[in-house]
């Protein structure tokens, strides 16, 4: 158990230096490294394998393991277009509904699972993920891994699918990420009752889950909100109208979580109950953005394409990607992506993108303050881009050189 508790997140060489030096235990890498949970359920490793899993017969997505560190049986599997967190939450959903809840996960630090940073814009720091506080919800431990050999099973896992599991979606013909799933879910038994062993403890140590409370009210996104004058509720481009109940007729000032489901489902919570509510209609800005205004358009898609490496999130691409600007715009780059000559400094790529949809959204209307929750940045870039109506430029480079000359000359003898 000193893995998984004192000495957690240690690789196997690493962990067997720890137990001779500090606890008096000899034991080899080999040994360290074949030693399993005594438990079905005590510990799940669950990992993200993004692979071309069809080849050359379709798009390329992410393979979302979990597998029983006692067993090595693939409790879930499921591919998902991205490794993120709606996917994690039907991976564990999956996971619950046909073994239990298990004592503890074993998982990288993506982003996902632990919160690395903290943007500026976003105060106070934020100090849990969506899926971090779900996990406590279920009673679940996260064990951090700090190498990929400290969550190895699940990695040999998905190298052994790699194999396996490309072959027989070829043999099945499967052309798509739907083809792709119905495939794995037929695959997994098979897998499972050939390569699984027993565990040293036969009684599993998966809890079930209370029925009281659905599993989709704790898998989900919780967003709190504060009720507007008007009894309504907002989040992202919706209006929800809370409707009147026997023993409440206003919400107007409470706090209240509105649970978005991984189906995009909407839901509104107050003290634990479900709010009833309809879909209020839709504000003037969204109702131009439905209406076609937000058409993506070949140049913005050139644009948002060079922005992969310059740290902006998926959720800031779609929205980039989104976007429409009807007004001319000089690309800052030639065709074949250098930099033009000139004797100011242009925006970047990524900056270009930003002024172009702050003006987008300018032009449709969108208050400041949308506009920076929508694209993930400040408000005061927001306003800085939304004055300038034509390409801004950052400050010229300060050339110290050609300063010499002046200030030689000044220079009294």
Not at 12 to 21: A, M
Not at 136 to 147: H, K, M, N, Y
Not at 174 to 188: K, R
């Amino acid at each position: 158990m000193l893995a998984n508790t004192e000495y957690a997140g240690a690789n196997h060489t690493h962990l067997s230096e720890l137990l001779r030096d500090r606890e008096g235990i000899d034991l080899s890498r080999q040994t360290v490294h074949r030693q399993r949970m005594p438990q079905a359920g005590m510990l799940v490793q669950i990992d993200g394998s993004r692979h071309p899993w069809l080849e050359e017969r379709g798009p390329r997505f992410v393979l979302l393991l979990a597998v029983d560190d006692a067993t090595g049986i693939v409790v879930n599997a499921v591919f998902r277009p991205e490794e993120d967190t709606r996917g994690y939450f039907i991976l564990i959903r999956g996971l619950i509904e046909r073994w239990g809840v298990p004592l503890a996960l074993c998982c990288d630090r993506h982003g996902t699972f632990r919160f690395s940073g903290r943007p500026r814009h976003i105060q106070p720091p934020v100090k849990a993920t969506h899926f971090s506080r779900a996990m406590v919800e279920l009673g679940i431990r996260q064990i951090f891994a700090r190498s990929p050999q400290a969550k190895g099973r699940v990695e040999r896992m998905a190298g052994t699918f790699q194999d396996r599991l490309v072959t027989e979606l070829r043999l099945a013909g499967a052309e798509s990420i739907d083809d792709a799933n119905a495939i794995l879910q037929e695959f997994m038994p098979r897998y499972n009752a050939q390569f699984a062993v027993p565990a040293e403890l036969a009684k599993p140590a998966y809890r079930a889950w209370n029925e009281h409370r659905p599993l989709n009210e704790v898998l989900c996104f919780k967003h709190p909100r504060r009720v507007d004058r008007d009894n309504t509720v907002k989040h992202q481009w919706h209006t929800l109208q809370l409707l009147p109940g026997i023993e409440r007729l206003s919400y107007a000032g409470v706090q209240v979580e509105v649970l978005e489901h991984v189906d995009g489902r909407l839901q509104v919570r107050y003290e634990g109950d479900i709010i009833p509510h309809r879909h209020a209609p839709l504000r003037p800005g969204v109702l131009r953005a439905i209406s076609g205004a937000l058409a993506p358009t070949p140049e913005m898609a050139r644009i948002v394409k060079r922005l992969g490496n310059h740290r902006l999130s998926q959720r800031q691409l779609e929205r980039l990607a989104s976007l429409h600007l009807d007004r001319a715009v000089e690309d800052p780059l030639n065709d074949d992506g250098e930099p033009k000559p000139q004797d100011r400094r242009r925006l970047t790529p990524r900056q270009l993108a930003l002024w172009k949809a702050v003006q987008q959204a300018k032009g449709q209307g969108f208050s400041l303050r949308e506009t920076a929750r929508q694209l993930g940045i400040s408000r005061n870039t927001v306003r800085k881009y939304a004055r300038a109506l034509t390409q801004p430029t950052n400050r010229p480079v300060r050339r110290q050189a050609s300063r010499q000359p002046e200030l030689a000359a000044s220079r009294p003898d």
